[in-house]
């Protein structure tokens, strides 16, 4: 039967790079490539799940190459998946992660074919908390891309720059617009200059009438003529159909910065309550699509909604309007005057790829961009319209130092790794000389353990210590010993257990410890004192605690036997261990193992000590009580005229 794999590259679910020549010098031939080979033999590409937006092709365009050419792994490119979250569910295993429906998704898999996400954005915490708690299949996120994603405010640098030069006014801190202060407005085109019918949304279309975001803006600032209550529901105020206007410039609407942004209203709840708190003359519009937002800020002197990374308006050089730092607590409780948060963007893997390729997981963990990097292979991609595969090679020629940082130091490795000398397959305590060495998964017995040398860090397979072992290979640490076992040797994969005769009551020990004299225990792996009991022939005295005594000729003493238990009768193991008195033989309560022989044996039963036959007492049973005499095996009592001239039996 066809794997799985086969069966998705079949129906084109899976798309291997196709690869007429290699990019960088001394690349890995196509022929030469390997694939990753799971547990149970099956062999794939690495799967690189491609977020569908300029910074997600880029970046995976950039560790695909990477991966291939120089790590030596097939990869396979799939999707373009849309969003950061259909990334999440790529790597999670989810057979279908550009699904709507949980179950259309299919994230029952036990196997995923997804393994990397590149430039995934950790603003979905609830999400990924849900795949964390899938342990078997849950996805990490690794080092940040080196730079973070952000949504802000924009203008020009050439308005910028412009304004800056002739008036002083520095038009990037919010400050500037404050319309008490200074006259922004004669800076930027009026509403009048746009032709709303044609390129923006009416204000109804939009959030601008999201009740629940108008409620919060009131609340928030008590701009009770920003809204209008339509139908019950609290929306913006727009008297024109499409601008939203701040109170400082309601009145006078030549006053207005226009403010473009596009969608449904990205952040409209936002920069309405900046605009009101900080005194800013804004003017909001909602461009009707993609390519009028695009369009907007180039036909308009404008502020305008943007977000980094992002090529749209980067050949214009937009300038970031600084408003006060973020205030958490304050946004989390709807107070969204200050800045917004920058979002972190990292890389994202599947739980398997490390013990599948551990290198391939490294070179990630070190792959680093700033901004102007990833900002530069956009702009030159938009300039000449070229693949992303032919821009980032551009950029990978031209950028050799950078990208060969990020490569893996065979001896580097991660935890679960250790070093071994590649010729004679020994393990190796250090990297003094790096030549012949590289990384394996920890053997059984042995445990991955952090090294920190001149190089900087790596992981050495270290022997279990005493009183522990390890069953499985690539574990972080060995498991202490059960109570009842030990271990007396180094790298062990498992414990002994204790011998009879001793018994260990701590966890994680290199011996057991010895019953004392005369004792031993009834089985392996004795787990406390109290298995002690003293051996066949003798028995334990102590009221508390073990001293066992040889029992005297006359006294049957089992093992485990006790003066207690032979005393009433009653032993907590059963009467297979019950001390007895021989038949023939006798003692007294007072003094048990005092023991005596009978005169005749069948005035002694034996058993329990003060045991007579027939009535008799004394000592050993030598007599029948005054008043009776033996007669028919018992004591009886006597006759008048006996009694006379009883002599005794």
């Not at 520095?170 to 404050?178: A, H, Q, R």
Request: glycine share 10%; with cysteine; proline share 6%.
């Amino acid at each position: 039967m066809r794997s799985l794999v086969a069966t998705l590259l079949a129906l084109g679910c899976l798309q291997p790079l196709q690869v007429a020549a290699t990019c960088l010098a001394n690349g890995t031939e196509p022929a030469a490539l390997k694939n990753l080979v799971n547990p149970s033999g099956e062999a794939y590409p690495v799967g690189l799940f491609v977020g569908n937006w300029p910074g997600g092709l880029a970046t995976s365009s950039l560790a695909g190459i990477l991966i291939q050419e120089m790590l030596g792994y097939n990869v396979s490119y799939n999707g373009p998946g849309g969003s950061t979250t259909h990334g999440m569910y790529a790597i999670s295993g989810c057979r279908n992660p550009t699904a709507t429906t949980a179950e259309e998704r299919g994230c029952d898999a036990k196997v995923t074919y997804n393994h990397i996400t590149m430039e995934m954005w950790e603003a979905y915490p609830s999400l990924w908390a849900d795949l964390q708690k899938n342990k078997a299949m849950a996805p990490k996120a690794l080092t940040s891309m080196g730079y973070d994603g952000k949504t802000s405010t924009y203008l020009l640098k050439s308005v910028q720059e412009s304004v800056a030069e002739s008036e002083g006014l520095p038009l990037e801190f919010y400050t500037s617009y404050n319309a008490n202060w200074w006259k922004p407005w004669l800076y930027f085109d009026n509403t009048s200059s746009v032709n709303a019918t044609r390129f923006l949304k009416k204000c109804s279309e939009t959030q601008i009438f999201s009740d629940s975001l108008m409620r919060n803006y009131l609340a928030q600032t008590g701009d009770s003529a920003g809204v209008q209550i339509i139908d019950g529901a609290v929306v913006g105020s727009c008297p024109d159909e499409y601008f939203w206007r701040a109170p400082s410039c309601r009145n006078e609407t030549f006053k207005c910065v226009i403010f473009f942004t596009g969608g449904a209203g990205w952040s409209v709840h936002l920069i309405m309550q900046q605009a009101t708190a900080w005194n800013m003359p804004i003017a909001m519009a909602i461009a009707n699509t993609w390519g009028d937002f695009a369009a907007m800020p180039v036909a308009h002197r404008s502020l305008f909604y943007w977000w980094e990374p992002d090529p749209t308006f980067l050949e214009l050089a937009p300038v970031e309007v600084i408003f006060p730092p973020h205030d958490r607590v304050g946004h989390a409780n709807g107070d969204l005057k200050t800045a917004p948060s920058t979002i972190r963007l990292t890389k994202g893997v599947s739980k398997d790829l490390l013990s599948l390729a551990p290198r391939v997981e490294n070179f990630l963990v070190n792959m680093e961009i700033s901004m102007a990097m990833i900002n530069a292979i956009m702009l030159d991609q938009k300039n000449t319209g070229d693949s992303w595969d032919d821009v980032t090679c551009r950029w990978l020629q031209g950028n050799k130092a950078t990208w060969e940082s990020w490569l893996p130091d065979d001896t580097t490795c991660f935890a679960g790794f250790g070093l071994v000398d590649i010729e004679s397959g020994e393990l190796a305590m250090d990297r003094t000389v790096r030549e012949g060495k590289r990384c394996q998964a920890c053997p059984s017995g042995t445990f991955s353990e952090r090294l920190v040398d001149s190089i900087g860090v790596t992981y050495i397979c270290s022997a279990c210590p005493l009183g522990t072992s390890q069953a499985s290979g690539a574990s972080l640490k060995c498991e202490p010993c059960d109570k009842g076992t030990y271990q007396d040797e180094l790298g062990s994969q498992s414990c002994k257990r204790c011998p009879l005769g001793t018994y260990q009551d701590q966890e994680g020990q290199a011996q057991c410890i010895a019953c004392p004299d005369g004792s031993s225990t009834l089985g392996l792996g004795s787990v406390a004192f109290t298995d002690c009991g003293c051996v066949e022939g003798r028995i334990d005295v102590a009221p508390a605690g073990l001293t066992c005594e040889v029992c005297s000729v006359g006294l049957t003493c089992p093992a485990m036997g006790t003066l207690e238990s032979y005393e009433t009768g009653v032993h907590p193991l059963g009467t297979k261990y019950l001390p007895i008195v021989d038949a023939g033989y006798y003692t007294t309560a007072a003094e048990p193992l005092k023991v005596y022989k009978c005169g005749k044996t069948w005035h002694c039963p034996g058993g329990v000590p003060d045991s007579c036959a027939g009535g008799r007492a004394g000592v050993p049973c030598a007599e029948c009580p005054q008043g009776k005499t033996w007669s028919e095996g018992q004591c009886m009592e006597c006759e008048a005229w006996r009694q006379i001239l009883w002599v005794g039996d």
